[in-house]
């Protein structure tokens, strides 16, 4: 689906233009969008508007990197959308040329629609409009990462290791690793998309930019914060799944002192039931009457007495 939005020179706003009306209208700029565009749809990308074809490669081959090249008078951009739920990353590709911009998604993008419904409000539109356009729907597409950054963070900040079962434990620490794998997935688009706008706030080859420059850079800051909070809940996990691996480690610690105890308390009573279980045939003690129980009150008292030593030395704390 294809439709575009023109503003003209008296002010006003036009809906439904057809593309072969375009060029015979008297526009101050336009917005044309295309919107999971069929391929005959695509092939206007170069038979209409005339953009370069590796721009074109890059709108046909998903998923590209968040990236921004200039093509003569006309400038590519390369954006990324995230579904807050799924984080699903859906590609946005926006073309700024003289007087105009382009947007090409194969997915239909609430971000665009919102923006498509809210930029007849807007009061920062003029000759150069087109350009607070295009910064509308990058802002749009950034908002939509905080939601997104912001639950992870909330989950992270909820955990706790060591207060619970050790299944409760391990069920922690794999919900720990599965953040971490969301909070890169993050990363892939949040990093790119703070480089795009760092080159978009220090290039000179956008003309007009310089009167939104104020715009962008609100974007490169939502940007930073973005990635201060990804890097604190990555920061965060690492923390969390350290303390885990310590607290296995001291419980482990513990489990093997109280089988040494054990061990070491067994080993003498072992050593005697040796001696008297082999088959000597001059063994004294074995005619005793009362020797079994004899030997049996000797391995009470010695048990009982390593068991009492061990305990002053507080090695059951």
């Known amino acids: 689906m294809i439709r575009i939005k023109g503003y003209t020179k008296e002010k006003t706003w036009i809906d439904d233009i057809a593309l072969e009306d375009l060029k015979q209208l008297e526009l101050d700029w336009y917005w044309v969008d295309f919107s999971e565009p069929e391929a005959s749809e695509t092939k206007l990308l170069d038979t209409y508007f005339h953009f370069h074809p590796l721009a074109i ?3 046909c081959h ?9 093509y003569d008078d006309t ?4 954006l990324h ?11 946005v590709n926006l ?9 090409y998604h194969v997915q239909n993008s609430d971000e665009i629609n919102d923006t498509w419904t809210k930029i007849p409000s807007a009061s920062k539109l003029g000759e150069d409009g087109y ?24 989950q992270v900040l909820d955990m706790e290791i060591g207060g619970g079962s050790e299944s409760t434990n391990q069920m922690t620490m794999d919900e720990i690793f599965n953040i971490r794998s969301r909070l890169l997935r993050l990363r892939k688009t949040i990093l790119p998309m703070r480089d795009l706008l760092y080159r978009t706030l220090n290039t000179e080859r956008i003309e007009g930019l310089s009167g939104y420059l104020a715009f962008y850079r609100d974007i490169y800051d939502h940007l930073l914060k973005l990635t201060e909070m990804t890097d604190a809940s990555r920061e965060m996990t690492a923390d969390l799944r350290d303390s885990f691996m310590s607290y296995n480690s001291n419980r482990m610690n ?5 089988l040494t105890v054990i061990t070491t308390i067994f080993m003498p009573l072992t050593f005697l039931a040796g001696i008297y279980g082999m088959n000597f045939e001059h063994m004294p003690e074995l005619s005793w009457h009362w020797g079994y129980f004899g030997l049996l009150g000797i391995m009470v008292v010695v048990g009982v007495a390593m068991y009492i030593w061990f ?7």
């Open 81 to 91: 959308s995230i579904d807050p739920r799924t984080l699903q990353v859906e590609e």
């Open 131 to 154: 350009l607070f356009a295009a910064y509308m729907i990058i802002d749009k597409l950034v908002d939509h990462y905080f939601p997104a950054v912001q639950e992870l963070e909330e």
């Open 57 to 59: 490669e890059d709108c």
């Open 75 to 78: 400038h590519f951009f390369v």
């Open 95 to 103: 073309f700024i040329g003289p007087r105009f911009i382009v947007t």
């Open 254 to 258: 513990a489990i093997m002192k109280t």
């Open 62 to 70: 998903l998923l590209q990197r968040p990236k921004l090249d200039h």
């Open 311 to 317: 305990r002053r030395k507080g090695w059951f704390d």
